[in-house]
């Protein structure tokens, strides 16, 4: 719609990632098969972003 190439628009979005790529559906999974584990069982009310670095927060 902008007129824009496609592999210049990817390029440049994974430019804005810290982490420099995009996630990979692997990595996407593991954080939900965490907080589905008894290992996250002590985990409650908590934001976990899966962004490779994206949102810059403290």
């Known amino acids: 719609r902008t007129g824009q190439d496609i592999d210049a628009v990817r390029k440049a ?3 804005a990632i810290p982490a420099g790529r995009y996630g990979k559906v ?3 999974g593991a954080v939900a098969a965490f907080l589905a ?4 069982s002590y985990v409650t009310g908590s934001l976990i972003r899966c962004d490779g670095g994206s949102i810059k927060s403290v």
Not at 37 to 40: F, H
């Open 13 to 15: 979005s994974r430019a």
């Open 26 to 28: 692997e990595e996407f």
């Open 37 to 40: 584990s008894a290992q996250a």
